[in-house]
């Protein structure tokens, strides 16, 4: 157990817990962690602090005037870091974003060599993350500096369905031949949904459309005509920059599909072999080939599309160097226009967290090789002509793994990058999610706030409450805030 005490300040309810929280898993992610508030503290000049750790105090100190959340962070990193012996990839960021700050301070004017100097001074990353972060930023930067965000949205379009659950998998997703029945009401209930979104924004610019899920090309090809059918017929289809849709099993994909979505002005899509190993292909329970990925891939360029991207995960179970070298070569010998390198995170809603905790599991030893192949991967990309334009990082969660490097980073030939994937991961742009277990991003250009609006989850739950998920984006859109 890890507990911290800290000042109660009035009006700042749970001030820096979160980061604390976050701080404290990412070195010691199998414990417990909580953060006490001192009512009896919120007197005292500076900010007092303690920690301990199994009872033991580790962390006592008062900081002076002027701190804040980085110099709060920095005192429990040092500590934490003079315990184990070693510090984090990430130094002490938290959250989520990485290129967040150094984009930040792009805008404000600072010079690289500056930009780097805070990511190291104050927030204590080691070189190998400052160049990716500085990278990422950079290329963020250059893509949307010209893109007017005030009058600009973007729509994301969910499918629920898969042909198969994947091991690791913890969205809300449905194998679609037991749903296939349900999926034409599905379709009925998200055609209203799109009507909404296109009277709602119907003065302002859509940038970009994201069909994501699941997979949308497990629907059938009947059912993939009806879902292209209701965006072309009632949205400005033809006014966005970009329209994605995730045809990411090659079992789900036809040539008839493809047809479908280039007929409709589908301008990306994602084949994602995850790894090119037929045995780890299997054990995920991905239901498709190796030889199947290098068709559905081959098709997609015979039926023109000119921007495929594919995913990869490192750390998957029983791969070593040698696999996942492996699977690049295959996949540089496609030729593909973006690589996406996910990290394996285990998570608790997964089936391999599960069986996982079923074999008493706990470090995973995939997990000591991920730094290896994440660097690895950035170094093989860049020399195939490849750039890293985005990136997030994973959230560790209390036993689930001893690896704090869990970032995803997307890297794309020039012009080939996925706009929509800025907008939602640095917040630029609104983002209207459509359809179930679809999370809405309201953001307010100027304000730096941005406020959720959610869907629910369950697929018969949305076809039922349809009408309140609309009436959600109405209260949310409709009210000055």
């Known amino acids: 157990?890890?507990?911290?005490?800290?000042?109660?300040?009035?009006?700042?309810?749970?001030?820096?817990?979160?980061?604390?929280?976050?701080?404290?898993?990412?070195?010691?992610?199998?414990?417990?962690?909580?953060?006490?508030?001192?009512?009896?503290?919120?007197?005292?000049?500076?900010?007092p602090l303690t920690c301990t750790m199994d009872g033991e105090e580790i962390l006592s100190v008062t900081l002076p005037e002027g701190y804040n959340k980085n110099t709060v962070k920095a005192a429990v990193y040092d500590v934490f870091k003079k315990k184990?012996?070693?510090?984090?990839?990430?130094?002490?960021?938290?959250?989520?974003?990485?290129?967040?700050?150094?984009?930040?301070?792009?805008?404000?004017?600072?010079?690289?060599?500056?930009?780097?100097?805070?990511?190291?001074?104050?927030?204590?990353?080691?070189?190998?993350?400052?160049?990716?972060?500085?990278?990422?930023?950079?290329?963020?930067?250059?893509?949307?500096?010209?893109?007017?965000?005030q009058n600009g949205?973007?729509?994301?379009?969910?499918?629920?369905?898969?042909?198969?659950?994947?091991?690791?998998?913890?969205?809300?997703?449905?194998?679609?031949?037991?749903?296939?029945?349900?999926?034409w009401n599905?379709?009925?209930?998200?055609?209203?949904?799109?009507?909404?979104?296109?009277?709602?924004?119907?003065?302002?610019?859509?940038?970009?459309?994201?069909?994501?899920?699941?997979?949308?090309?497990?629907?059938?090809?009947?059912?993939?005509?009806?879902?292209?059918?209701?965006?072309?017929?009632?949205?400005?289809?033809?006014?966005?920059?970009?329209?994605?849709?995730?045809?990411?099993?090659?079992?789900?994909?036809?040539?008839?599909?493809l047809e479908i979505m280039k007929a409709a002005g589908v301008t990306r899509i994602s084949i994602n072999p995850q790894t090119m190993k037929q045995k780890t292909l299997d054990l995920l329970g991905r239901k498709h080939t190796v030889a199947q990925v290098k068709e559905a891939f081959a098709m997609a360029r015979a039926a023109g599309f000119d921007n495929i991207n594919m995913d990869l995960i490192v750390g998957l179970e029983g791969e070593d160097e040698v696999d996942f070298l492996n699977t690049m070569n295959q996949v540089m010998d496609m030729d593909p226009d973006s690589v996406t390198v996910h990290t394996l995170v285990v998570k608790r809603a997964s089936r391999m967290r599960r069986e996982q905790l079923e074999q008493g599991m706990d470090i995973r030893p995939e997990d000591s090789i991920i730094p290896?192949?994440?660097?690895?991967?950035?170094?093989?990309?860049?020399?195939?002509?490849?750039?890293?334009?985005?990136?997030?990082?994973?959230?560790n969660k209390a036993g689930t793994s001893r690896n704090t490097n869990q970032e995803n980073v997307a890297y794309a030939k020039p012009g080939k990058e996925c706009l929509y994937n800025i907008f939602i991961m640095e917040e630029l742009e609104t983002i209207v999610?459509?359809?179930?277990?679809?999370?809405?991003?309201?953001?307010?250009?100027?304000?730096?706030?941005?406020?959720?609006?959610?869907n629910v989850k369950g697929v018969a739950e949305y076809i039922d409450r349809i009408d309140e998920m609309i009436q959600r984006k109405k209260d949310a859109f409709s009210t000055e805030k």
């Open 1 to 47: 157990m890890i507990q911290f005490e800290i000042k109660k300040r009035p009006g700042k309810p749970g001030e820096f817990s979160y980061d604390l929280k976050a701080l404290a898993l990412d070195f010691y992610p199998a414990k417990e962690c909580r953060v006490l508030e001192r009512e009896d503290w919120s007197e005292e000049k500076g900010y």
């Open 84 to 149: 184990t012996g070693r510090g984090l990839v990430w130094g002490i960021l938290t959250g989520i974003r990485p290129a967040k700050i150094p984009l930040r301070l792009i805008w404000k004017g600072y010079s690289r060599e500056q930009i780097e100097a805070v990511l190291r001074d104050e927030y204590k990353l080691p070189e190998n993350k400052i160049q990716l972060a500085v990278d990422v930023a950079k290329k963020e930067s250059l893509l949307t500096d010209s893109i007017s965000h």
């Open 153 to 183: 949205y973007n729509l994301y379009i969910g499918i629920p369905f898969c042909p198969s659950i994947c091991q690791y998998c913890s969205f809300s997703s449905y194998p679609y031949e037991k749903y296939k029945k349900v999926a």
């Open 186 to 257: 599905y379709l009925d209930a998200l055609e209203k949904e799109i009507l909404y979104a296109a009277e709602q924004f119907q003065d302002q610019e859509l940038h970009t459309i994201y069909v994501g899920g699941g997979t949308p090309t497990s629907l059938d090809a009947e059912q993939l005509q009806r879902l292209m059918d209701m965006i072309t017929e009632h949205l400005p289809v033809q006014d966005a920059v970009e329209f994605t849709v995730e045809a990411g099993r090659p079992d789900s994909i036809s040539r008839e599909k």
């Open 372 to 395: 290896i192949l994440q660097n690895n991967s950035r170094e093989y990309l860049q020399e195939h002509g490849y750039f890293p334009y985005y990136m997030y990082r994973q959230k």
């Open 433 to 454: 999610a459509l359809g179930s277990g679809g999370s809405t991003k309201q953001v307010f250009p100027g304000e730096e706030r941005m406020e959720r609006i959610e």
